[in-house]
């Protein structure tokens, strides 16, 4: 019995998946209306500084790009997700979304907090 335990404890660690946290604390903006991402795993951040992270590292406009594609070839089927914080600038996010739009499906993510 012990032996099953451990096995089915195997196979649900080898057959998860984890998600990356961009790593600093953001202030997000509320939102009135809302839809939840399906499938949004490969997260990016944009602090009020106007600095990207991912996956706890801040990280240059330059490498945006190349961290991006090798999290897409990790997760193929995830979507990107966007946590900008309320006192960003709009200019690091249209740079950070410029880097990655040809990797993007359809639809981005943006991380919103509800309203009220």
């Known amino acids: 019995m012990l032996d099953v335990v451990f096995i089915m404890l195997i196979f649900f660690i080898v057959t998860s ?22 499938r949004g795993t490969i997260i990016f951040a944009v602090d009020a500084l106007g600095k990207i992270h991912y996956d ?18 990790e997760a193929p089927k995830a979507n990107f997700v966007i946590q900008v914080d ?22 981005v993510c943006i991380s919103t907090d509800e309203k009220g």
């Open 17 to 38: 998946t984890f998600v990356k946290e961009p790593g600093p604390e953001i202030v997000r903006i509320e939102a009135a209306t809302a839809d939840r991402c399906l």
């Open 56 to 73: 706890k590292k801040e990280i240059p406009l330059a490498r945006v790009a190349s961290a991006a594609e090798a999290a897409k070839i």
């Open 86 to 107: 309320a006192e960003a600038s709009t200019l690091a996010t249209s740079e950070l979304l410029d880097k990655i739009k040809d990797l993007l499906d359809p639809t």
